[in-house]
């Protein structure tokens, strides 16, 4: 009897790993239903190397492939095509080769009687929890279309946020990335030249003229450390990254970052708010669907507090009751939870603190856009202004002694 390894929640949020034999997936979904574990990912382990999909770092779908698939499938599945058929029809026309070759697999999968939700769970980097769990909760209530149809407009919405935080952030660095290059072609070819020129004349030298040409030395000699210097913010960051508690450190801090530290935290209320409200809609109990809250909201300093929210929860307190002891909720967030818990309109009151926190950071990130362009060109005029008066103050000091 094949055998599957499977990844799960139980009813308390907590995270189980195991297998199970079972005649088929389908059979082994049930298996677990009955055990109250929610599966997240489901494979076969049966099944041959030959038949899986082996890429490095695994399979990439942009963004914008996956939200346009959503709503396609949402919309083809309303007009009476059968599941099956709309992700075949899309497996062909999808954009992205790595995301056809996945949608091909799910058809045929689904062509040999396993369900849409079983399928795609077994594509954890490209299928989202939040995808997988409405998806099966749609399948279980008969209520399919609907679900689609809300998935299709929480992806839309969240690329929609993500993109404005992208282009908030897009002048910036562009600029920064200007100054550096602009500066290192300076130092590198243009300051050696006035150096043999001063070192001709014998004058003695402004202190930040000695200043710009002992760092312009510095980069011709050590140009190999600063090429490290450069790369070392992004190893950093990976190391980080790569710790639980340092990673929360890093984006707690991240939200105290003047102006750009309050668009990264109403991003992340929106995105708490707005997937929370979608899970609580699909009837997926309140642990669980705050262990996947946890995990998606962006942030980890953010998803800790979940987190903890989760164990209050189960010990039986309400949800708004631990969140008035953070500020990394904000009051009116806490308030519309309170009220939505009371009127039992808890899916209500998310949906409207998304909607707004999504309102927000589009009028933020235009307002931060509009203010950053021109301050980001007077610090590279200021920069680049220094530079060049550094190194012409010995002429006029020559000028003058003439």
């Given at each position: 009897?094949?055998?599957?390894?499977?990844?799960?929640?139980?009813?308390?949020?907590?995270?189980?790993?195991?297998?199970?034999?079972?005649?088929?997936?389908?059979?082994?979904?049930?298996k677990l239903s009955e055990q109250q574990l929610w599966a997240s990912s489901l494979t076969d382990l049966s099944r041959s190397l030959l038949y899986?999909?082996?890429?490095?770092?695994?399979?990439?779908?942009?963004?914008?492939?996956?939200?346009?698939?959503?709503?396609?499938?949402?919309?083809?599945?309303?007009?009476?095509?059968?599941?099956?058929?709309?992700?075949?029809?899309l497996s062909e026309q999808s954009p992205g080769k790595p995301f056809r070759k996945i949608l091909a697999v799910i058809t045929a999968e689904m062509?040999?009687?396993t369900a849409f939700s079983v399928a795609v769970a077994a594509h954890p980097k490209i299928f989202t929890p939040v995808f997988v769990n409405m998806?099966?909760?749609?399948?279980?209530?008969?209520?399919?279309?609907?679900?689609?149809?809300?998935?299709?407009?929480?992806?839309?919405?969240?690329?929609?946020?993500?993109?404005?935080?992208?282009?908030?952030?897009?002048?910036?660095?562009?600029?920064?990335?200007?100054?550096?290059?602009?500066?290192?072609?300076?130092?590198?070819?243009?300051?050696?030249?006035?150096?043999?020129?001063?070192?001709?004349?014998?004058?003695?030298?402004?202190?930040?003229?000695?200043?710009?040409?002992?760092?312009?030395?510095?980069?011709?000699?050590?140009?190999?450390?600063?090429?490290?210097?450069?790369?070392?913010?992004?190893?950093?960051?990976?190391?980080?990254?790569?710790?639980?508690?340092?990673?929360?450190?890093?984006?707690?801090?991240?939200?105290?970052?003047?102006?750009?530290?309050?668009?990264?935290?109403?991003?992340?209320?929106?995105?708490?708010?707005?997937?929370?409200?979608?899970?609580?809609?699909?009837?997926?109990?309140?642990?669980?669907?705050?262990?996947?809250?946890?995990?998606?909201?962006?942030?980890?300093?953010?998803?800790?507090?979940?987190?903890?929210?989760?164990?209050?929860?189960?010990?039986?307190?309400?949800?708004?009751?631990?969140?008035?002891?953070?500020?990394?909720?904000?009051?009116?967030?806490?308030?519309?939870?309170?009220?939505?818990?009371?009127?039992?309109?808890?899916?209500?009151?998310?949906?409207?603190?998304?909607?707004?926190?999504?309102?927000?950071?589009?009028?933020?990130?235009?307002?931060?856009?509009?203010?950053?362009?021109?301050?980001?060109?007077?610090?590279?005029?200021?920069?680049?202004?220094?530079?060049?008066?550094?190194?012409?103050?010995?002429?006029?000091?020559?000028?003058?002694?003439?």
């Amino acid at each position: 009897m094949p055998k599957f390894r499977y990844k799960a929640v139980n009813a308390t949020g907590k995270k189980m790993t195991g297998t199970i034999e079972a005649a088929s997936e389908q059979i082994a979904l049930d298996k677990l239903s009955e055990q109250q574990l929610w599966a997240s990912s489901l494979t076969d382990l049966s099944r041959s190397l030959l038949y899986r999909d082996i890429e490095l770092g695994g399979p990439q779908v942009k963004t914008e492939h996956f939200t346009i698939f959503c709503r396609q499938l949402a919309t083809m599945y309303r007009s009476g095509i059968s599941l099956v058929e709309a992700v075949r029809i899309l497996s062909e026309q999808s954009p992205g080769k790595p995301f056809r070759k996945i949608l091909a697999v799910i058809t045929a999968e689904m062509e040999g009687g396993t369900a849409f939700s079983v399928a795609v769970a077994a594509h954890p980097k490209i299928f989202t929890p939040v995808f997988v769990n409405m998806v099966r909760a749609g399948e279980a209530g008969g209520n399919l279309d609907e679900m689609l149809e809300r998935l299709a407009i929480f992806f839309e919405k969240e690329r929609a946020t993500r993109e404005k935080v992208k282009s908030a952030m897009v002048y910036p660095v562009i600029m920064m990335v200007i100054m550096v290059l602009v500066v290192t072609f300076m130092m590198l070819f243009v300051i050696p030249r006035y150096v043999e020129s001063f070192a001709m004349m014998e004058i003695e030298l402004p202190l930040p003229t000695v200043l710009i040409m002992g760092m312009s030395n510095w980069m011709q000699t050590y140009w190999y450390a600063l090429l490290l210097l450069l790369l070392l913010p992004v190893l950093l960051l990976r190391v980080i990254r790569g710790n639980e508690r340092a990673s929360r450190e890093l984006d707690y801090w991240k939200l105290r970052v003047p102006v750009f530290g309050k668009l990264w935290h109403k991003q992340a209320i929106a995105r708490f708010s707005r997937t929370f409200s979608s899970l609580y809609v699909a009837a997926i109990p309140i642990l669980p669907s705050l262990t996947i809250v946890s995990h998606v909201v962006g942030n980890a300093a953010i998803g800790k507090v979940i987190s903890d929210i989760r164990e209050e929860v189960r010990s039986g307190n309400s949800i708004a009751e631990p969140l008035q002891a953070t500020w990394l909720f904000p009051p009116m967030v806490v308030q519309m939870i309170a009220v939505g818990e009371r009127s039992g309109s808890l899916d209500t009151m998310l949906e409207k603190v998304a909607d707004f926190y999504e309102a927000d950071v589009d009028t933020l990130a235009d307002r931060l856009k509009v203010l950053l362009e021109p301050l980001m060109i007077v610090a590279l005029t200021g920069v680049v202004g220094l530079i060049v008066l550094a190194v012409l103050m010995p002429s006029f000091k020559l000028m003058q002694n003439m």
